[in-house]
């Protein structure tokens, strides 16, 4: 399945899931030299929908961030176009020192992580890529992984996965990090961006009350934990089984965002573990 947004090319990968919508949206810029953005999962067909699109014109492989529905088809799609691929780092990369910390304890979490994954050439805020009719400007967009790049075309914003349209973006420590989450947010309000293009779901074309709505969302959840925590210290899996009412296979999720605000709140001294900091820990309000 394909679709095009005025000079853009949408392909979307067959990797439909609770947590990836309708599938990965593998995007190729250009005409000349076509850069194509997340190559998305290693589908032997999806990648052979890339390569004729591509005409034989693929020279830039653009990774927003190093999960495998997103960049594990990077390195077969770089075998078959001779392209090179830009990243803003490996999968740990962009880790904050406290989600560092917390790496070395057992999360649970890093699901999605693709550890194999290591870019020819490395992206920092604000370089810019460019082809013969198309330029992008890489953007730091860190909280659904310490590594994640957006891509600024033009009045446009292809965001990966740090906003999407149909759902709130699962923010999974060590990999995401809720403080950095909403300075992107804010970030990208800033920009002021027509329309954002997500890896996953349809493009959005009310930017601005989309990332506030998300920030909002956010803010409400935190509450409703700092509420939570005044009855008593609790961990992250009993506070989402309290407040999510969700479906039992994505509690593991719910758990995983939980966790996310409790570091947070942590981080600027409105709660603290009760003991040694580690993803099973009790977080108590302060």
Not at 166 to 171: P, V
Not at 208 to 216: D, G, I, K
Request: charged share 20%; aromatic share 4%.
């Amino acid at each position: 399945m394909d679709g095009r947004t005025k000079d853009l090319l949408r392909i979307l990968a067959p990797n439909p899931s609770p947590l990836t919508g309708p599938g990965t949206n593998t995007f190729l810029l250009g005409g000349e030299g076509v850069a194509v953005i997340d190559p998305g999962p290693d589908d032997p067909g999806h990648l052979a929908a890339i390569v004729a699109a591509g005409r034989g014109r693929i020279s830039h492989i653009l990774v927003t961030h190093a999960h495998r529905d997103h960049s594990a088809g990077a390195p077969a799609l770089a075998r078959m176009t001779g392209a090179p691929v830009l990243a803003f780092g490996d999968a740990l990369a962009g880790r904050s020192p406290m989600m560092q910390r917390l790496a070395g304890a057992a999360t649970g979490g890093g699901e999605g992580l693709d550890l194999d994954f290591a870019p020819d050439i490395a992206l920092r805020d604000g370089d810019m890529v460019e082809g013969a009719d198309w330029c992008l400007t890489a953007l730091h967009t860190p909280g659904h992984a310490g590594g994640h790049l957006s891509f600024l075309w033009g009045d446009q914003i292809l965001c990966g996965d740090v906003v999407m349209g149909w759902s709130s973006t699962i923010i999974s420590p060590p990999d995401g990090d809720l403080g950095d989450y909403l300075r992107t947010l804010d970030r990208l309000a800033q920009f002021g961006p027509r329309r954002l293009l997500p890896a996953h779901g349809d493009p959005i074309e009310s930017p601005q009350a989309r990332l506030a709505e998300l920030a909002t969302h956010r803010r409400l959840r935190t509450a409703q934990i700092l509420a939570a925590l005044r009855e008593g210290p609790a961990d992250a899996a009993t506070l989402a089984r309290r407040l999510y009412d969700v479906a039992p296979a994505l509690l593991p999720a719910a758990t995983r965002n939980v966790l996310a605000h409790l570091l947070a709140l942590a981080q600027i001294g409105a709660v603290a573990p009760v003991g040694d900091l580690h993803p099973q820990a009790e977080f108590a309000s302060l």
